[in-house]
């Protein structure tokens, strides 16, 4: 189950491509990783809203990168089938686990799901879900039952943190909602532009020009770019652990090509779109909020691009403003916040 090869970067990158339109992303993106799915069987990815203060999971897009094309009706059927509580728990926020790992919870579930499936016995669950309800489910049909051993899921879920963080940047870039971004000078609203050779700032706005964020945006820089040209080929699983989902919990970084076709690496906001009127800062509410879908500490700091200290410090200060004593009472008192979205969690202990 482990995905290797210069795949697991190829996919990365088509989750920060701006360039296709919003009916292409799916497509590039499901092609670009196929050789990273591909078990022989289906292999479908379906954009979709589970919103956060509850209610039906909506699909929006599919596309079916391998296997039979029949593949949407059925999966919308088996959709239609399962009571929605059930559905949005089988998709909830950035887990990465087998269907038969997640039927634990729903005994009937895993029957009902077989009953709509022409191919395989399992299937691998991979949704990258946004804070604010917006994601990517991957589908991956699987010829036997099977358990995904821990280093592994750890790798899912770091191309999840990836799928989720370009699927947010596009839709605020791309397609802009009614919520308003903050303006830039700079392409697409950036606050860095980061030459290619020595990736060194050459222009800044807005947060990144507060102290040290040049050295930092630099460093992030400079692993992606290990990440996209020296591991990929050889060392593709450490390429995609140094390269980080967010830096400082703020920024993605993306290829931009002026007008003379020279390359450029932009830093681009792209915070999580989570809110908290009770005191907490943006970095606490993001981190507590990851927390309440369940992710370990190691995780949150992956998807954040912040250290796992950080994230252990971030959610004790998070405790003494909420006045609770551990971080079981700070997540029950983050999912009964409607605003961050109730949500049933992994109750697993985080590392």
């Avoid at 870039?173 to 532009?193: G, N, Q, T, W």
Wanted: with cysteine.
């Amino acid at each position: 189950m482990n995905p290797v090869g210069s795949a697991v970067i190829d996919l990365v990158e088509a989750a920060y491509d701006l360039e296709p339109s919003e009916s292409e992303w799916l497509p590039r993106l499901m092609q670009a990783g196929l050789p990273v799915f591909d078990r022989g069987m289906t292999v479908a990815g379906v954009v979709y809203n589970r919103p956060s203060k509850g209610g039906p999971v909506t699909l929006h897009q599919f596309y079916v990168a391998s296997g039979p094309p029949e593949f949407p009706e059925q999966y919308t059927e088996a959709a239609r089938m399962l009571p929605v509580d059930v559905v949005r728990d089988l998709l909830r926020p950035g887990m990465v686990e087998t269907l038969s790992e997640r039927s634990k919870r729903h005994p009937g579930a895993f029957a009902e799901i077989g009953k709509h499936f022409s191919q395989g016995r399992d299937a691998l669950d991979f949704t990258a879900l946004d804070p604010n309800g917006q994601g990517v489910h991957i589908v991956v049909q699987l010829p036997e039952v099977t358990k995904i051993a821990g280093r592994s899921r750890d790798r899912w879920q770091m191309l999840a943190a990836h799928v989720s963080a370009g699927h947010r940047l596009r839709r605020s870039i791309v397609a802009p909602k009614s919520k308003e971004r903050a303006k830039s000078s700079l392409p697409h609203d950036a606050e860095a532009v980061l030459e290619p050779k020595r990736f060194e700032v050459t222009d800044a706005a807005g947060h990144a020009k507060a102290d040290g964020m040049a050295a930092e945006l630099r460093n992030a820089a400079i692993q992606a770019h290990r990440a996209r040209n020296c591991l990929r080929g050889d060392e593709p699983l450490k390429a995609l652990e140094i390269w980080k989902a967010l830096v400082r919990g703020r920024w993605s970084l993306v290829d931009w090509f002026d007008t003379d076709g020279k390359r450029f690496v932009l830093a681009v906001p792209n915070p999580p779109d989570v809110s908290d009127p009770r005191g907490l800062t943006e970095r606490e509410t993001q981190v507590v909020t990851y927390a309440s879908f369940g992710h370990s500490n190691k995780f949150i700091a992956y998807q954040l691009g912040i250290s796992k200290a950080r994230v252990s410090m971030l959610l004790s200060s998070s405790m003494r403003k909420l006045h609770v004593r551990t971080t079981a009472q700070l997540v029950k008192k983050v999912r009964d916040f409607r605003g961050l979205g109730a949500t049933r969690a992994n109750e697993n202990d985080r590392n």
